[in-house]
Nanobody
């Protein structure tokens, strides 16, 4: 059974940092691209960052230079380091996996975690 479990969200002030973690089990983690998405009420889930098995990464323009995705295949875990957080980063953050390369299309991701709330106050 595939499971993805996110953690690390919270309430912070603008300019602060958070580190999200997503722990995976139930499949060969290293074979999959792992992606971080976020979603706010009434909006579609949007890509934040993704990293394929080789370490190549993709970032949404809105987070370039502030967020960093990384993965530890030995620990089956993907991370999202978020610096210089802004109120507009407030969302539920989800991790997902795909075999479709560095895809930003959430419909190509097969499994999702339960999400972790990130709230950035101004």
């Amino acid at each position: 059974q595939v499971q993805l479990v996110e953690s690390g969200g919270g309430l912070v002030q603008a300019g602060d940092s958070l580190r999200l973690s997503c722990s995976a089990s139930g499949r060969t983690f290293s074979s999959y691209t792992m992606g971080w998405f976020r979603q706010t009420p009434g909006k579609e889930r949007e890509i934040v960052a993704a990293m394929c098995w080789s370490g190549n990464a993709y970032y949404a323009d809105s987070v370039k230079g502030r967020f960093t995705i990384s993965r530890d295949n030995a620990k089956n875990t993907v991370y999202l380091q978020m610096n210089s957080l802004k109120p507009e980063d407030t969302a539920i953050y989800y991790c997902g996996d795909t075999r479709s390369g560095l895809s930003g299309n959430p419909r190509l991701y097969g499994y999702w975690g339960q999400g972790t709330q990130v709230t950035v106050s101004s």
